[in-house]
């Protein structure tokens, strides 16, 4: 069976690998072009491309694989495509290359959270559990049928990089199993339940800002689920802070309102239901560190409104 691989992010290197080291035959894989990276903007290769090199496995970087891809793609005559995050929609051109099809790795139970960004949503919305379908892909998004599935439950401590990653392994697993059952007849499509389906959009920058008048658990679950991109913010004294890991508090005050800053307690600051009290920090041109640790070495009075104007006073 000729497999070609198509996937970007580190989320999708385990699966690539699960399929090497399994001695399935991946032809060829097709990622995102390389893309400027860091400050110096310099082009950087994705993860996938570099563990494909590292290989031996032909590359393909189209730009838009619907429009630039086919030719490639055919000459590779693949019996089967994978998908994980690769970042692009199949046209059915595409879809219809290989006779077996096309099977995605999505990171979440569909019906639920369809898009390109369900691990950090269902976090966001403050889901228990989460974990990884594969499907068959068809014209759309996200929409095509169910093989299998494996669940897992969310840590409330994790952030979203760190499910990310845990979700990579679990989908490389059930990559596998599906794969298997493909081969030995057991494997069965299951339609979505339409009814039951949620699409979630896009991450956008601006979503990281806290808003204080929501309750806490919410702000929580904001924190840990755009960590680490977008990342949450808040207005502090001396700029801009990013907050990075979070729990609920059992205080009150005024929305925005510091309760407690100091090295013992911690930062916990009011919010519309409760309070939060920030585990760690990033303050402008700092590391993440301690909240604590970083209130031992600057004062912050309780009381202190955390709102745009902070950071001038």
């Not at 950090?120 to 169910?146: F, L």
């Not at 030995?184 to 601006?206: A, V």
């Not at 930062?267 to 301690?290: E, Y």
């Amino acid at each position: 069976m000729r497999i070609v691989f198509m996937g970007t992010p580190d989320f999708a290197v385990p699966s690539l690998k699960a399929l090497v080291e399994g001695g399935y035959s991946v032809v060829g894989v097709v990622t995102q072009p390389d893309r400027p990276k860091g400050r110096g903007k310099k082009l950087a290769m994705s993860p996938v491309k570099e563990y494909a090199i590292q290989q031996g496995i032909p590359v393909l970087q189209p730009e838009r694989i619907s429009r630039d891809g086919y030719e490639d793609l055919l000459n590779l005559h693949p019996d089967l495509c994978v998908t994980a995050a690769f970042g692009q929609i199949l046209s059915q051109k595409i879809l219809d290359i290989p006779p077996l099809g096309t099977i995605n790795v999505h990171a979440s139970l569909l019906p639920k959270h369809r898009g390109s960004a369900p691990i950090a949503w269902a976090m966001v919305q403050g889901d228990k559990t989460t974990g990884v379908t594969t499907m068959m892909t068809a014209r759309g998004i996200d929409n095509g049928d169910m093989l299998l599935k494996a669940e897992t439950p969310i840590d409330p401590a994790e952030t979203c990089g760190e499910l990310t990653a845990r979700l990579s392994e679990i989908g490389a697993k059930l990559l596998i199993d599906t794969l298997k059952a493909l081969e030995n007849g057991t494997l069965e499509r299951i339609p979505q339940d339409e009814s039951q389906m949620t699409y979630d959009p896009k991450l956008e920058k601006d979503m990281g800002v806290i808003d204080w008048t929501q309750d806490a658990a919410d702000i929580v679950h904001r924190i840990h689920g755009l960590n680490p991109w977008p990342g949450c913010t808040s207005a502090a004294p001396g700029g801009t802070w990013k907050l990075l890991r979070a729990e609920v508090a059992d205080m009150s005050g005024q929305p925005g309102e510091v309760l407690a800053a100091d090295g013992k307690e911690g930062l916990i600051v009011a919010a519309g239901k409760n309070a939060v009290r920030v585990r760690q920090l990033q303050v402008p041109g700092g590391k993440p560190m301690d909240a604590r640790d970083y209130l031992r070495g600057h004062a912050m009075a309780a009381g202190t409104m955390l709102k745009e104007d902070t950071e001038n006073e």
